[in-house]
């Protein structure tokens, strides 16, 4: 039995990874994000495996590494490879704060499979979570923060009270303890941004070119293509455009 390890210095988790069908083909294990430059090898030592397929969810998750702690529930599940590839990116963008919102709304929420996880990185920042209760003022200003969308002005911001607003929190809306702190949903709605066939589009890094992938003329973006960008990443993307719009995984 072999065991694969490819070494990255950035990287968000560690994923270790086999096939459920042939366990004697051995685990790799995997740090995501993938690299540009060690994206074609990722993929051709999974495929020497007999799995890391562009649209079939073939690669059994056997342990995690992570400082997210909830990935471990992703444990002894099937997920596709470049789900997981995907889902380390968004939480690539994550700062603290969202970091125990994603992890305590997927504990409220009960959410365990990689297609659950990658919808919540879209409106976890929706919710309010409070870790230190020593501080009125700041729990207040930060639930009102989050509840203009991160969008309000500094001046506003100043004139918020603080404790008033936590008091209230507190006082008049349900929180549910979770081990990454007490939060409040706020009325979040998750949306099926990711339909476990076509990412939705999301800059990573700056492209020099975003291409919208759609093999029906009347319908939406099947896939996007960021360039530059390998022949493999290529061809992935068309293939699971293709199969997306024929409504297959």
Request: glycine residues 6%; aromatic residues 8%.
């Amino acid at each position: 039995m072999a065991n694969f390890i490819l070494e990255e210095t950035s990287m968000i988790f560690k994923a270790i990874l086999s096939s459920k069908a042939r366990p004697e083909y051995g685990q790799a294990t995997i740090p995501f994000p993938i690299s540009d430059s060690e994206y074609d090898h990722t993929i051709s030592l999974l495929e020497d495996m007999g799995i890391g397929s562009p649209t079939a969810q073939d690669c059994r998750v056997d342990g995690v590494d992570s400082p997210y702690p909830i990935l471990n529930r992703l444990t002894a599940q099937s997920v596709n490879v470049d789900e997981l590839d995907y889902l380390s990116k968004r939480l690539d963008s994550f700062c603290v704060d969202e970091n125990a919102q994603f992890q305590a709304m997927a504990v409220k929420l009960g959410l365990s499979n990689i297609e659950d996880f990658i919808n919540l990185t879209f409106c976890s920042q929706q919710a309010t979570v409070i870790t230190d209760f020593s501080d009125l003022e700041r729990i207040g200003k930060d639930h009102a923060l989050t509840m203009s969308g991160e969008s309000m002005p500094s001046e506003e911001y100043d004139r918020v009270d603080g404790r008033i607003v936590a008091l209230d929190l507190l006082q008049n809306h349900s929180g549910t303890i979770t081990p990454y702190g007490v939060v409040y949903d706020n009325g979040m709605k998750r949306e099926p941004v990711y339909n476990g066939r076509n990412f939705p589009a999301y800059l990573y890094k700056p492209p020099l070119m975003v291409l919208e992938v759609n093999p029906n003329p009347n319908g939406t973006a099947a896939g996007y293509l960021y360039l530059p960008s390998s022949e493999r990443q290529l061809q992935r993307t068309l293939l699971r455009a293709e199969q997306g719009r024929k409504g297959s995984v």
